[in-house]
């Protein structure tokens, strides 16, 4: 191999520059949600219900608000003074939440059950919405620059998204295993410094990397002339198709119906899982480090961690470390599969992967009987149950990207991604909102809700799997 091709098949520096800044706005992000349950009920003395339903509404509001920061870029500000705006209004959001922790709630006042509009509770809603405003500018536009980086039809595009994937995930991992332990251990407003001081060095990166990445949109055309009417004329256009495109818009939109159900039960990892592993497992799995260290200080972290068990916050990197060991077994599955002629299509992945989130549920019906026998249940049967979320999570999370970037029109398919995006702004309301009935239907109740809703998107995917496909196959011939 020659110089020129060693250089022509590597990726650009650009790449790591949004991957080190994805993968810090994700640890703040994550690192900022794996608290956020337990700090409502244990700072702001919030019941389970309120909690849940505030977290719905906010991780759902977070995707919402995604459209709007995306609208913003394209519009005026172009992609980088928008993510610059939306990391500065996070990390200010942070710092809001930690100054929130450090200012006691009244109990009698938390005891009434209603808003107080206490000095912290508005201070948390400051930065609440912050945070959302924040992340709705952020989110759409750093993934949108990957691909402004490769020159058009270039094979390295699906290998550099695969590799920004790999930042987003990095940075969920390490965010629970330092925010969380900051947080459980030293204090809630530990926790949302460690975050806000993470996107701030996203930030940093992010300004001092900006001559690597390339010019956004709106520095493009800032000398075309008439952009009013280029834009009218879009407009028009994005509105009128015709009846293939029409389809394909429709079975678009089908599949984004079916995807609030799957992020309403996914998210429970954040909200109802979380607080059932806070609660009702037994996470005393670092005892045998009395033996080892018999004259330990009660005060100092390993004090806390044989005494308290595994901080609850960690539960959160379980997700996140799953998908990073588990995508390349998926991937060479699928290979394999591949060369048997055996590999399913991608309507069936969606379907399998719907399916696979209700049956991870399944695994917390043992523990709920073990908890019954013995007070408390194993950790390992939530962990498991994740671990079968997460395999149904790689067949339907990347796979129905996919399935939206080959089957929408080029001239329509941001829209139609705000379509998709705006799923998981109802799934994370519906999360929220089915969170608050957990205690009212009861343990097992719940967790058969979270096993039958997936299983029947699932069904419902296999029944309209040959409207799917031929759609989608139309859908690419007409583009070629």
Same mark, same amino acid.
């Given at each position: 191999?020659?110089?020129?091709?060693?250089?022509?098949?590597?990726?650009?520096?650009?790449l790591?520059?949004?991957?080190?800044?994805?993968?810090w706005?994700?640890?703040?992000?994550?690192?900022?949600?794996?608290?956020?349950?337990?700090f409502?009920?244990?700072?702001?003395?919030?019941?389970?219900?309120?909690?849940?339903?505030?977290?719905?509404?906010?991780?759902?509001?977070?995707?919402?608000?995604?459209?709007?920061?995306?609208?913003?870029?394209?519009?005026?500000?172009?992609?980088?003074?928008?993510?610059?705006?939306?990391?500065?209004?996070?990390?200010?959001?942070?710092?809001?939440?930690?100054?929130?922790?450090?200012?006691?709630?009244?109990?009698?006042?938390?005891?009434?059950?209603?808003?107080?509009?206490?000095?912290?509770?508005?201070?948390?809603?400051?930065?609440l919405?912050?945070?959302?405003?924040?992340?709705?500018?952020?989110?759409?536009?750093?993934?949108?620059?990957?691909?402004?980086?490769?020159?058009?039809?270039?094979?390295?595009?699906?290998?550099?998204?695969?590799?920004?994937?790999v930042?987003?995930?990095?940075?969920?991992?390490?965010?629970?295993?330092?925010?969380?332990?900051l947080g459980?251990?030293?204090?809630?407003?530990?926790?949302?410094?460690?975050?806000?001081?993470?996107?701030?060095?996203?930030?940093?990166?992010?300004?001092?990397?900006?001559?690597?990445?390339?010019?956004?949109?709106?520095?493009?055309?800032?000398?075309?002339?008439?952009?009013?009417?280029?834009?009218?004329?879009?407009?028009r256009?994005?509105?009128?198709?015709?009846?293939?495109?029409?389809? *394909?818009?429709?079975?678009?939109? #089908? $599949?984004?119906?079916?995807? &609030? =159900?799957? @992020?309403?039960?996914?998210? !429970?990892?954040?909200?109802?899982?979380?607080?059932w592993?806070?609660?009702?497992?037994?996470?005393?799995?670092?005892?045998?480090?009395?033996?080892?260290?018999?004259?330990?200080?009660?005060?100092?972290?390993?004090?806390?961690?044989?005494?308290?068990?595994m901080?609850?916050?960690?539960?959160? *990197?379980?997700n996140?470390?799953? #998908? $990073?060991?588990?995508?390349? &077994? =998926?991937? @060479?599955?699928?290979?394999? !599969?591949n060369?048997?002629?055996?590999?399913?299509?991608?309507?069936?992945?969606?379907?399998?992967?719907?399916?696979?989130?209700?049956?991870?549920?399944?695994?917390?019906?043992?523990?709920?009987?073990?908890?019954?026998?013995?007070?408390?249940?194993?950790?390992?049967?939530?962990?498991?149950?994740?671990?079968?979320?997460?395999?149904?999570?790689l067949?339907?999370s990347? =796979?129905?990207?996919?399935?939206?970037s080959?089957?929408?029109?080029?001239?329509?398919?941001?829209?139609?991604?705000?379509?998709?995006?705006?799923?998981?702004f109802?799934?994370?309301?519906?999360?929220?909102?089915?969170?608050?009935?957990?205690?009212?239907?009861?343990?097992?109740?719940?967790?058969?809700?979270?096993?039958?809703?997936?299983?029947?998107?699932?069904?419902?995917?296999?029944?309209?799997?040959?409207?799917?496909?031929?759609?989608?196959?139309?859908?690419?011939?007409?583009?070629?």
């Amino acid at each position: 191999m020659t110089r020129a091709e060693v250089r022509a098949s590597r990726h650009p520096i650009g790449l790591a520059v949004l991957f080190l800044t994805e993968m810090w706005e994700r640890f703040s992000y994550y690192g900022m949600r794996s608290m956020l349950v337990y700090f409502m009920t244990s700072h702001l003395l919030f019941k389970q219900e309120t909690a849940s339903n505030i977290y719905g509404t906010y991780t759902g509001l977070v995707y919402f608000t995604g459209i709007f920061g995306g609208w913003l870029a394209d519009c005026y500000f172009g992609q980088r003074r928008t993510v610059v705006l939306g990391g500065a209004l996070m990390a200010v959001g942070q710092f809001v939440l930690a100054y929130a922790a450090s200012v006691t709630q009244d109990p009698a006042v938390a005891a009434t059950g209603t808003w107080s509009f206490s000095l912290t509770e508005i201070l948390f809603i400051t930065g609440l919405a912050l945070l959302v405003f924040g992340s709705g500018f952020f989110k759409p536009n750093i993934s949108t620059q990957v691909k402004s980086l490769y020159p058009p039809n270039d094979p390295r595009v699906d290998s550099a998204f695969s590799i920004f994937y790999v930042g987003i995930n990095a940075g969920a991992l390490i965010a629970p295993l330092i925010c969380g332990t900051l947080g459980e251990l030293y204090g809630w407003k530990y926790g949302f410094l460690a975050a806000g001081l993470g996107i701030v060095l996203g930030l940093i990166i992010y300004l001092f990397g900006q001559r690597f990445l390339e010019e956004d949109r709106v520095t493009q055309r800032k000398h075309q002339t008439a952009q009013k009417d280029l834009q009218r004329k879009s407009w028009r256009e994005l509105f009128s198709f015709n009846r293939k495109e029409g389809a *394909a818009i429709v079975a678009i939109v #089908i $599949l984004a119906a079916f995807n &609030v =159900v799957n @992020w309403a039960v996914y998210e !429970q990892q954040g909200n109802v899982m979380a607080v059932w592993f806070n609660e009702c497992t037994d996470r005393h799995i670092f005892n045998w480090l009395a033996s080892i260290f018999p004259h330990y200080d009660p005060q100092s972290w390993m004090g806390k961690l044989i005494a308290d068990g595994m901080p609850a916050t960690w539960f959160q *990197a379980v997700n996140p470390f799953f #998908i $990073l060991t588990l995508t390349p &077994v =998926v991937i @060479w599955f699928w290979r394999w !599969q591949n060369k048997r002629q055996q590999e399913p299509t991608t309507i069936c992945k969606l379907g399998l992967g719907c399916i696979m989130f209700g049956l991870s549920y399944v695994f917390m019906f043992f523990a709920c009987h073990e908890r019954e026998v013995y007070g408390l249940a194993s950790l390992w049967w939530p962990i498991l149950s994740t671990f079968v979320l997460t395999v149904g999570e790689l067949y339907l999370s990347p =796979v129905g990207l996919s399935f939206v970037s080959k089957t929408a029109p080029p001239r329509m398919i941001s829209t139609l991604m705000g379509i998709w995006l705006l799923s998981s702004f109802g799934g994370n309301w519906l999360c929220g909102y089915i969170g608050a009935y957990w205690k009212r239907l009861g343990d097992y109740n719940f967790f058969a809700l979270m096993v039958i809703l997936p299983v029947l998107a699932g069904v419902g995917i296999f029944i309209m799997r040959q409207f799917l496909e031929r759609t989608s196959m139309l859908a690419q011939e007409e583009q070629k």
